[in-house]
């Protein structure tokens, strides 16, 4: 048995979860979101608590188990509470403004680059930090690395863009002079 799938999901107040034949709908304060299901994972909701649990004991089933459990835990958070990433923009004279849900980033390049944000992201400028909010997980993350790849952070100097809690290896650079 899965160590992580065979744990409850605690519902919290103002969270619904509704069983479809082929998804699994979270309702809460901050909106709403789904996920597929898999055809050898179950799901339980009673009492406020969701158990997933597999049908069978195949290797499909039990490779299944903790990634569906996981993945609603993450659903039933996201519509609660929410999620928050936090980039930073290190470098002299690199920039960031949002306008709308454009975020235009001036790192380097010759021109600015403007990254359009995904329905349901928003994104909060103070200083140079970049603060992405969303309820759904894999899509804040998603975004968070897409901006991130526009200027990753470099080993020498550690100019460009990096997670908040990221740490940079950073490399000696040349040593010496002429010989």
Known sequence: MSRIGKREIELPAGVSVELASDAVVVKGPKGQLSTPTHPKIAYAVADGK???????DTRVARAQHGLRRTLL????EGVSKGFTKTLEVIGVGYKVA??????SLAVGFSHPVDFKLP???EAKVEGNKLT??????????????????????????????KYENEVIRRKAGKSGGKK
């Open 73 to 76: 835990a993450n659903l039933v």
């Open 50 to 56: 969701v158990q997933v649990s597999r049908t069978d």
């Open 132 to 161: 992405l909010s969303g309820i759904d997980k894999v899509l804040l993350g998603e975004t968070a690395a897409r901006i991130r790849r526009v200027r990753p952070p470099e080993p020498f100097k550690g100019k460009g863009i």
């Open 98 to 103: 949002t306008a709308g849900n454009t975020v």
């Open 119 to 121: 329905e349901g992201i």
